[in-house]
């Protein structure tokens, strides 16, 4: 079979044709560019939060009266926190990773104001809290009991040590990170801060920031009034933990209530649930629109053969074997999609510089991707021609010899 | 009231011209029942087609009642096939969507009538042709004779000058052809024009008139004298 | 003709029920995927005071670090500081003005065997509810004389009035937050301003507040703050004290001006504000205030978001395609019918006459798949919801005006795909077809 003649006959009444291609052309650009956004998104969740998630679940402290005396509830509460069976262990922080509300500070390695910094997540921890979090200490070492101090409010004061990550010692110190141990870095301009640790990974509070890795860890006690514990429990024992928990806190202090308490599960669902809701939708679309383009091939396919069942008798009639036949409507299938995909991969490509400059989307690799997916929808199309190919190929070679 | 002055048809493609008419010239006057005759290919259905406003011609004239129509628009042409033409086809074309009735009150509705005068109109000319029973059929459920019926009844429901009929028997069995000849000549009888192209000389006989078209012109052009023929055949 | 037309069209429909419900199907499907995320949009950039929106000013002042950013792109914080706020509520130089910023306190009910539970509250001054036109269900906002004398005063919800006093009138009560009584002056009907404008950095789609209180309650008695709070140097010295002199921003200031002359007049008080600062050595970069109205406030703190704007050009792209689809179907269609195209011809049909019988086939199929449409969006919308959870609760319900966008949209949609195949129906000679059958 060869192309020409079918070609040119379809050049004859082109404008099913043009209509199909162009069908195939967006849905090929709206089919790329959703799974770049769907590749990218599921990448930045499958980033690991650096703690042992599966274990740990924390829960919101809020003092309110008067009489409240947070330090001596701290003390009071990681204490019965600790000695419960099935608790590994327990720290009092400020904030969580992905949780959405945190701190952040500006670090430099220069003394100084005016001296850009790197923007740097922290959270405040006790000796407890490497252990607690299971974070990996790549070098360095952990906050002894003594290095721990309580922080006020409205305190503009830093202790001398912190543990970094080791995202933040490669932005601090690019040339080396691990020559950051034991180096000076400066917050608040020119408070001096030796690193004793550095950590593997710890993500900060928002999953969206760029340097989501980078955290400093200070080693003090909160006094904001709120303050959330951080319970890591002996594997399987969480969800039975957790109640026993929330009851202990709420019913050993009443100058405070005990509110939101959450495991890192949720909070990772929580995090990313735009993201996996947008995965979720863009894949709905992508099938509805090949559903919809495949169903739109059927469509003038079928009205094709009907129209030209005459023809085809008459092709059958003249000794066209019935493979001949469907065979015909194939290629010629496969010669409107080849062109579709063609168009498709330049829009693909222009609509992906649109969203790369209007939304900062990840460009994402299209270089394998509208190859895939051009192959995709000629096998796509393929399919979709293959019923009505068939109904043609049964048209009856009689046909020819009936006049209506 | 229909005159042809040397009027030419050509169709063309890339590569090939056909002369359908060559200046072909024809006068046919108010009340006359015409028959047009010619073997397949003579041009028989393209002066059909242009004496109907459905096609333009190439060169000559065309006087319809007196006036010029080779210069009316689309729309105009419309028009004048609305209120003056009647058309009758071998396959009766029938909108196989509409009952009888809606069949006939498509050319009353582009007509601009209101639908007191439509309901008349088509109330009438069904009973004209015998077939006030069936108004809410559909063409389907009817007969190829009945069919034809409908389609007189929707060509003559405007009270056209002339009617156009294009082989009106050709799909027909015998007996139901001499209804429908018998219809359409009782419909000149009392006053409408009839031009009625065919290859069948026995049943061109019924008309008064016979014009012979061979080659794209008028060949032959007489009286018919063969009516008591076509009554026994 | 009109109903003679919607009665052909119709019966054509009914004459190919396979094509007729695919194009319909077809447009549905489009309609459904753009319009879901077309009310997300709608309702994300919605004017949340539409009458008065033009007349309340978000106030930005430029104190913020010289060292930062490239000096061409300098942007002023979406916040205020303290001493900034405070200076431009005594100088009442608008015609009302508002300091706000977001806070939790903790409610103790009277009963001590309820436990307490906490409240998002807003510190705030009287002119808010004026302001914001904040309804009441019993009593009023407070004067401006309990702003100035720290009056333990608050103004609930009405579901805060239901959940403590039954949904009584408790105006005259006393409500106990973080161990201080305060005195209920008034309680709001149901309102949920979206996007919550007057403070989209803590959130633009969040519920309202719980509780309101004066702002001076709140730093007279240092009750806790929970919203964002920024700041590009650090403080000198510890405390409160030194927070409140501080250079951190914290808190959202609003200006009701009346008339171009009243925003001309306040843009230059700011600007002298400013100019005096400067001389203490504040305010280290360039002269940069700012005074948006509503809307242009939310559209230069991007309250819409990037994730619903590419949905929605992708789902337009989409009824694209499905409109590509309904093209080529109507083509087949109007194609099949060309021998009654001919016979209406033949009878006097004007192009004209077949051109609205076919476009008005098409505007039946288009409000075939606009209904369905609607309904495809409600399910849509349904879907968006279990997807996102309760965050999206006030983001996914379609009004009147959607419902009837939605089926304009899908009547339009069919008719320019119809465009093409009426054109090539009308272009069908009358004579062509009529010869075969």
């Given at each position: ?85 099935g ?5 009092q922080?400020n ?32 000796e407890?809290?490497l ?14 009991a ?11 004061g ?6 970094i ?36 990974r ?35 024992m969480?969800d ?9 806190l709420?019913?050993?202090n ?5 509110r ?9 669902e929580?995090?990313?649930r ?5 995965i ?22 079928s ?10 008798g ?35 490509v ?17 270089i394998?991707?509208?190859p895939?997916?051009?192959?995709a ?28 | ?32 029942f ?22 333009r ?8 009642d ?30 196989p ?9 498509v050319?009353?509705r ?11 109109r ?13 108004m809410k ?11 034809q ?19 009106p ?41 016979n014009?012979?078209?061979r ?11 063969q ?7 | 003709?009109?109903?003679?037309y ?31 995320t ?20 978000a ?43 977001r ?11 309820e ?19 904040a ?11 309990a ?19 039954g949904?009584?009138n ?38 309202t ?19 964002n ?7 000198d ?22 008339n ?12 002298a ?19 948006d ?7 230069r703190?991007?309250?819409v978001?990037?994730?619903a ?37 033949a ?11 076919h ?5 039946l ?55 093409y ?17």
């Amino acid at each position: 079979m060869e192309f020409g003649p079918i070609w040119r006959a379809m050049m004859r009444n082109k404008t099913g044709a043009i209509l199909i291609a162009l069908q195939m052309a967006v849905t090929l650009a709206i089919m790329v560019n959703a799974i770049t956004i769907i590749q990218e998104r599921a990448q930045a969740m499958s980033r690991p939060s650096g703690v042992d998630e599966p274990n740990i679940f924390y829960i919101l402290s809020i003092g309110f009266s008067e009489n409240f005396n947070e330090r001596l509830a701290i003390e009071e509460d990681l204490a019965a926190l600790r000695a419960m069976p099935g608790v590994a262990n327990a720290i009092q922080t400020n904030s969580m990773p992905l949780s959405g509300g945190g701190w952040s500070m500006s670090l430099q390695t220069e003394p100084g104001a005016g001296i850009e910094g790197t923007g740097t997540a922290l959270y405040f921890i006790d000796e407890h809290g490497l252990d607690t979090y299971k974070l990996n200490l790549v070098a360095g070492e952990n906050f002894s009991a003594s290095d721990i101090e309580w922080r006020e409010p409205a305190d503009s004061g830093w202790p001398q040590k912190t543990i970094i990550t080791q995202a933040l010692a490669e932005t601090l110190f690019p040339d080396d990170w691990r020559s950051a141990l034991g180096s000076t870095v400066y917050i608040n301009d020119d408070q001096p801060m030796t690193v004793t640790g550095i950590v593997e990974r710890i993500q900060a509070a928002w999953n969206g920031w760029s340097g989501v890795e980078r955290t400093m860890l200070v080693p003090q006690h909160t006094l904001f009034g709120s303050t959330n514990y951080v319970i890591r429990a002996e594997p399987g024992m969480r969800d039975q933990l957790m109640p026993q928990v929330e009851e202990l806190l709420a019913s050993n202090n009443k100058d405070r209530i005990v509110r939101r308490m959450r495991t890192m599960d949720e909070t990772r669902e929580r995090s990313y649930r735009d993201d996996a809701a947008m995965i979720k939708m863009l894949t709905f679309t992508v099938i509805l629109l090949l559903l919809i383009t495949s169903l739109g091939i059927v469509g003038l396919a079928s009205f094709s053969v009907s129209r030209r069942t005459k023809q085809i008798g008459t092709r059958r009639a003249l000794g066209a074997s019935r493979s001949a036949i469907a065979r015909y409507f194939l290629v010629e299938n496969f010669l409107i999609s080849a062109a579709g995909v063609v168009l498709g991969a330049g829009l693909a490509v222009g609509l992906n510089m649109l969203l790369v400059e209007a939304f900062d989307v990840d460009p994402g690799s299209l270089i394998t991707l509208v190859p895939l997916a051009m192959l995709a929808l000629i096998v796509i199309g393929q399919m979709a021609v293959l019923g009505p190919a068939r109904r043609a190929s049964n048209v009856a070679p009689a046909v020819a010899t009936r006049t209506i | 009231m229909l005159r042809f002055e040397n009027i030419s048809m050509v169709y063309r493609t890339d590569s090939v011209e056909t002369h359908a008419l060559r200046e072909f010239s024809l006068d046919v006057e108010e009340g006359e029942f015409v028959a047009v005759t010619g073997p397949s290919g003579s041009g028989k259905t393209t002066f059909l087609n242009i004496a109907g406003l459905l096609e333009r011609f190439t060169a000559g004239r065309y006087l319809l009642d007196g006036k010029d129509v080779s210069a009316l628009s689309d729309a105009e042409t419309s028009r004048v096939r609305n209120e003056k033409i009647g058309f009758i086809f071998q396959g009766f074309n029938l909108i196989p969507d509409l009952n009888i009735y809606d069949n006939v009150d498509v050319p009353l509705r582009y007509r601009g009538f209101n639908a007191a005068e439509r309901k008349r109109r088509i109330e009438s000319t069904l009973e004209t042709v015998g077939l006030s029973s069936r108004m809410k059929h559909l063409p389907s459920q009817l007969s190829g004779g009945q069919q034809q019926r409908v389609a007189i009844a929707r060509a003559l429901a405007g009270n056209p000058r002339f009617l156009l009929a294009d082989e009106p028997t050709g799909n027909l069995d015998t007996q139901m052809a001499r209804n429908i000849m018998e219809l359409i000549q009782s419909i000149n009888m009392s006053g409408t024009t009839i031009i009625m192209v065919t290859h069948d000389d026995a049943l061109a006989g019924m008309a008064k008139r016979n014009v012979h078209i061979r080659d794209g012109r008028v060949s032959d052009d007489g009286s018919s004298v063969q009516l008591a023929n076509v009554a026994t055949a | 003709m009109f109903r003679y037309y919607l009665k052909l069209g119709w019966l054509s429909i009914r004459r190919n029920p396979l094509l007729s419900a695919l194009m319909v199907a077809a447009i549905a499907v489009g309609i459904g995927a753009s319009m879901t995320t077309i009310t997300v949009n709608y309702t994300m950039s919605n004017n949340p005071i539409p009458h008065k929106s033009e007349q309340l000013f978000a106030v930005q002042l430029d104190n913020w670090d010289p060292n930062q950013d490239d000096p061409s792109s300098f942007e002023p914080p979406d916040q205020v500081t303290y001493t900034d706020a405070m200076a431009l509520m005594r100088a009442k130089k608008a015609f009302r003005q508002v300091a706000s910023n977001r806070s939790g306190l903790v409610l103790e009910p009277e009963n001590p065997d309820e436990r307490p539970f906490s409240v998002d509250t807003r510190n705030t001054w009287a002119d808010f509810f004026p302001m914001f036109e904040a309804p009441f269900l019993y009593g009023s906002g407070w004067d401006e004389a309990a702003d100035e004398n720290m009056d333990q005063v608050v103004v609930l919800s009405q579901a805060i009035n239901e959940q403590v006093f039954g949904g009584e009138n408790s105006v005259g009560r006393s409500v106990r937050l973080n161990g201080m009584d305060f005195r209920v002056v008034g309680v709001l009907k149901e309102w949920l301003p979206m996007p919550k404008f007057y403070d989209v950095t803590n959130g633009p789609f969040d519920p309202t507040e719980e509780v309101f209180i004066p702002f001076t309650v709140a730093i007279e008695h240092e009750l806790p703050r929970n919203g964002n709070t920024n700041c590009w140097k650090p403080t000198d010295g510890d405390g409160f004290e030194a927070f409140k002199a501080s250079e951190c921003v914290w808190i959202q200031f609003w200006a009701e001006l009346r008339n171009e002359d009243e925003k001309r007049e306040y843009m230059e008080f700011l600007n002298a504000y400013v100019e005096q600062q400067k001389e203490l050595g504040r305010f280290p970069r360039p002269m940069n205030n700012r005074l948006d109205d509503v809307m242009e406030w939310m559209e230069r703190q991007e309250v819409v978001e990037e994730d619903a704007q590419v949905m929605m050009g992708l789902s337009l792209l989409f009824l694209l395609v499905c409109l590509l689809n309904t093209i080529g179907l109507l083509l087949a269609k109007f194609m099949r019918k060309s021998g009654d195209i001919s016979v209406r011809r033949a009878l006097g049909a004007r192009k004209s006459d077949l051109f609205r019988q076919h476009m008005i086939e098409a505007g039946l199929i288009g409000l075939g798949g606009g209904v369905l449409g609607v309904g495809l969006t409600l399910l849509g919308l349904k879907g968006i919801q279990s997807l996102f959870g309760d965050i999206v609760d006030n983001l996914v319900g379609m009004d009147w005006v959607m419902v009837l966008t939605a089926i304009g949209l899908a009547i339009v949609s069919a008719l320019l795909a119809a465009l093409y195949p009426t054109w090539q129906a009308c272009r069908i000679m009358p004579a062509s077809q009529l010869k075969t059958q």
